[in-house]
């Protein structure tokens, strides 16, 4: 029998390795993470949704989480339409509950902003506080002051709250700020800023003079790109029932197919490769199987 050259071998054997990756491996990315869905561009693990996200959500023990230095938020929502994500601070003072906190930032590479309706109401506030009853650096005349004066209604609601009168603290301690960046460096630090507490609020619920039924909580705004575009490949992806994801040390896009193969096109097109591919390893092993064994013949 013909022997056959160990080079020819690892040859064959390179060559089965390039396809064991994109067809055998098993699906990870899932559309929901405990009840709430999860679509492109965040991910429910490493390798899915887009990079650029998967810092900044996870999904651990089936419940959605935002990550910022400043901690981990419980995401209540996201409005995939809008692009918004809703999060809460379980820090925060409401109107049924009012505690010290250490603030909110985002990071500053982070691919989201404030949405236009975030409001932030700082809580017992010094009223020696220069960054927030002079400006925001600390000069009067360079720069707007920090609180928004046209917004104490909130402060005049919120004092109402039966949790927050207890505090006991002047109206003039809350200052009410519109956030648009937190500042240069993205960040509300309530110690610097020498304020106690904060409410944050995205909304009145057509409800105004009642802050009992206020939307509490920071909402965000996301771009999927610079141009805000959906992903030709993505959308295509999930029409055939895959999630997208990505892959590689230069993260190249992936479709996750609930058949347990990931592809580079679709769903779709990925079956007849991977259905033709499903049966390689076998092969392959059995091949050089018989090769090694003739090699000893």
Not at 104 to 130: E, G, K
Not at 159 to 186: E, H, K, M, N, W
């Amino acid at each position: 029998m013909k022997l056959i050259n160990s080079s020819t071998i690892i040859q064959y054997f390179s060559i089965s390795l390039m396809f064991l990756p994109s067809f055998i491996s098993s699906q990870t990315c899932q559309k929901t993470c405990g009840t709430q869905p999860v679509k492109y561009p965040f991910g429910t693990g490493l390798g899915c949704g887009d990079p650029h996200f998967q810092t900044y959500v996870n999904c651990n023990n089936d419940q959605l989480t935002f990550i910022t230095k400043t901690g981990c938020y419980p995401i209540t929502s996201i409005d995939y339409s809008n692009q918004v994500i809703y999060i809460s601070d379980p820090s925060m003072s409401t109107c049924s509950c009012t505690q010290k906190s250490k603030g909110f930032s985002l990071d500053w590479n982070a691919p989201f902003s404030f949405h236009d309706d975030t409001v932030f109401a700082l809580l017992d506030c010094s009223i020696s506080s220069s960054p927030i009853y002079k400006s925001i650096n600390g000069e009067n005349d360079s720069s707007l002051p920090l609180c928004d004066y046209q917004g104490t209604s909130v402060c005049d609601h919120l004092s109402s709250c039966q949790a927050i009168s207890r505090l006991d603290i002047p109206i003039s301690t809350c200052c009410v700020y519109t956030p648009v960046d937190l500042g240069p460096s993205f960040d509300m630090n309530l110690e610097k800023l020498r304020c106690n507490s904060y409410s944050g609020l995205y909304g009145f619920s057509g409800q105004e003079n009642n802050p009992e039924n206020w939307k509490y909580g920071v909402a965000l705004k996301y771009k999927f790109n610079f141009n805000n575009k959906y992903p030709t490949l993505c959308d295509q992806c999930e029409k055939s029932s895959g999630v997208c994801g990505y892959n590689g040390p230069s993260n190249l896009f992936s479709c996750n197919c609930p058949s347990g193969f990931n592809t580079t096109i679709d769903c779709f097109d990925g079956q007849s490769w991977s259905s033709a591919f499903r049966l390689v390893p076998l092969e392959i092993i059995t091949f050089l199987a018989c090769c090694i064994g003739s090699m000893w013949l």
